[in-house]
T-cell receptor, first 112, second 115 residues
Framework: GQQLNQSPQSMFIQEGEDVSMNCTSS?????WLWYKQDPGEGPVLLIA?????ELTSNGRLTAQFGITRKDSFLNISASIPSDVGIYFC????????????FGTGTRLLVSP | DVKVTQSSRYLVKRTGEKVFLECVQD?????MFWYRQDPGLGLRLIYF???????EKGDIPEGYSVSREKKERFSLILESASTNQTSMYLC??????????????FGPGTRLTVL
């Protein structure tokens, strides 16, 4: 199945730093979703994007739907230790059904 | 809040056993999904269902079957478990089609080990 290219694969940062990660695809998507997965848990939806160019925030998180509809990024500002986890992007292709394509994840580690 | 629950957090089974993984959602969602998650491979779709008694193959359906007899419940069945089916299994659901209704909500996962 198709996968999205998500980068970086992992990041190790200091508490208080800002973080940026992105996803790119060869296909056009009409929806981008960002999830966070804590160890041993299922992914939790953070932000949903539905329009090209859309910029949406959720607390310290900000995500954007790329103008080309083939990419999206997620920023986390002023990171804290509980931001640790794996962040996944997911895109929906316009196939008439809500099948999502997932990125391979960015593992974030935050040092206190 | 949407709640998606899975019957077990951890399961250990033997090769050849028949395994049932149950998923229940409490928000009257139309669509339900089963994924497996493996390191380096991300989430891969096994099967999905858009209505009671309806099912569609995902990207990796081999070795699995599903059952959706009631709207709120979607079961994943391993007819004869094999060691390569050791994985984290995630269930998800969505309200329906259309913008804003297709955000997938996930259960906590079932970590299955096949010995």
């Amino acid at each position: 199945g198709q996968q999205l290219n998500q980068s970086p694969q992992s990041m190790f940062i200091q508490e208080g730093e800002d973080v940026s990660m992105n996803c790119t695809s060869s296909s056009i998507f009409n929806t981008w979703l960002w999830y966070k997965q804590d160890p041993g848990e299922g992914p939790v939806l953070l932000i949903a994007l539905y329009k090209a160019g859309e910029l949406t925030s959720n607390g310290r998180l900000t995500a954007q739907f790329g103008i080309t509809r083939k990419d999206s990024f997620l920023n986390i500002s002023a990171s804290i230790p509980s931001d640790v986890g794996i962040y996944f992007c997911a895109g929906r292709v316009n196939t008439g059904f809500q099948k999502l394509v997932f990125g391979t994840g960015t593992r974030l580690l935050v040092s206190p | 809040d949407v709640k998606v629950t899975q019957s077990s957090r951890y399961l250990v089974k033997r090769t050849g056993e028949k395994v049932f993984l149950e998923c229940v959602q409490d928000m009257d969602h139309e669509n339900m999904f089963w994924y497996r998650q493996d390191p380096g491979l991300g989430l891969r779709l096994i099967y999905f269902s858009y209505d009671v008694k309806m099912k569609e193959k995902g990207d990796i359906p081999e070795g699995y079957s599903v059952s959706r007899e009631k709207k709120e419940r979607f079961s994943l069945i391993l007819e004869s478990a094999s060691t390569n089916q050791t994985s984290m299994y995630l269930c998800a659901s969505t309200l329906g089609s259309g913008i804003g209704n297709n955000e997938q909500f996930f259960g906590p996962g079932t970590r299955l080990t096949v010995l």
